[in-house]
């Protein structure tokens, strides 16, 4: 074994996150957006299985809105994406034009979006350096 055999290439140490810490804010926002996501996701397959819509409309629909969801995840760094989050939650809780218990579920996930973004502002203001 040489020496060249030890020393690891400086691409392989781990990277640093840029920006600073992560805000509460943010990370309470992609938590209950990646739970909804899961059950935006079960709920299209229950509306398809219901047949109260055409199958494309309820399966292309729900994913189309999966794919919203997801993508508000990745996008969370920009201060637009919070409205953009707002206007998520309203149409999930209006899909319970189709699906009637997905008035009841979206009301909680915007209740739970509404205390994340309510309980992370202020924490995080909290931490800022006075």
């Known amino acids: 074994m040489t020496d060249s055999d030890s020393v690891q290439p400086e691409d392989s140490a781990p990277r640093a996150r840029r920006g600073g810490p992560r805000s509460v804010k943010r990370s309470l926002a992609s938590i209950v ?4 996501t899961i059950v935006v996701f ?3 397959l229950v509306t398809y299985g219901l047949s109260s819509i ?3 409309v309820a399966l292309g629909g729900g994913a189309l809105l999966v794919l919203a969801l997801v993508a508000l995840i990745g996008l969370l760094r920009y201060s637009w994406s919070y409205p953009v989050g707002w206007a998520l939650q309203a ?3 209006a899909t319970g034009f189709i699906t009637p218990a997905m008035f009841f579920v979206g009301a909680l996930f915007a209740a739970m979006w509404a205390y ?4 992370g502002t202020r924490i995080d203001n909290q ?3 006075s």
């Open 116 to 119: 994340c973004m309510i309980n």
């Open 42 to 44: 079960l709920a299209a």
């Open 33 to 36: 957006l990646g739970f909804e």
């Open 127 to 129: 931490k800022e350096p």
């Open 91 to 93: 149409i999930v809780i």
């Open 54 to 56: 055409p199958p494309f």
